[in-house]
């Protein structure tokens, strides 16, 4: 079982990273073997223009990292999408890389990699008045519905400084539990 998660977070050590990697431990803990792939780390440019014709379509900017890491989201059985919410949405790291799907949508590679592979959510948002995970929750199910993927659900925290999460004992245990469910869950 190979967990891949997208980290959209900028910030090593911040609170969507301390969630990733409790989320691992617990899927480790079920024999899985987990990837963490930093966006920011890397060099993704935004999709360039797409003719209209899915089948045709070419990625003009495949000289960067975007490739590399979709076959490496191709070849998992649970994609975990870690983002915090910026401004209603996902980072500008994440989008990139979302974006790109766009060139490869009907791509055989792609499209039999992730079919039938499991999509976690893991964020962090900064007001604890309102559950703003929905910004990322949201698209993730409509990506999972469009790769025929399956969508295991998400931990979400509503803290803002950096790391604080790590004082939340009850919201690291849901990311560390999680993590073992889904994988029990893409056992079955």
């Not at 073997?33 to 209209?52: H, M, S, T, W």
């Not at 899915?54 to 975990?80: G, H, P, T, Y």
């Not at 870690?82 to 209603?88: D, H, I, K, L, R």
């Not at 004082?167 to 690291?172: E, G, I, P, R, S």
Request: with cysteine; hydrophobic share 45%; glycine share 8%.
């Amino acid at each position: 079982m190979k967990v891949v998660a997208l980290m959209g977070s900028p910030r090593k050590g911040g609170n969507t990273d301390l969630l990733t990697d409790e989320f691992f431990a617990g899927a480790q803990s079920e024999g899985a073997e987990c990837e963490k792939i930093r966006l920011d780390d890397l060099n993704i440019r935004p999709v360039a223009a797409l003719g209209d014709e899915w089948k045709m379509r070419v990625d003009l900017r495949a000289d960067d990292d975007a490739r590399w890491v979709l076959d490496r989201v191709a070849e998992a059985d649970i994609v975990v999408f870690a983002s915090p919410v910026y401004w209603q949405g996902v980072t500008a790291q994440m989008k990139c890389l979302v974006d790109r799907f766009s060139a490869y949508y009907m791509a055989d590679w792609l499209r039999e990699g992730m079919r039938g592979s499991g999509f976690f959510v893991i964020t962090a948002y900064g007001d604890p008045a309102e559950d703003e995970s929905h910004w990322i929750t949201e698209p993730v199910k409509v990506w999972a519905r469009g790769f025929k993927a399956k969508y295991l659900g998400q931990v979400a925290a509503a803290i803002a400084p950096w790391g604080a999460v790590a004082q939340m004992a009850d919201v690291l245990e849901q990311a560390r539990q999680a993590g073992a469910e889904a994988v029990r869950a893409m056992r079955e």
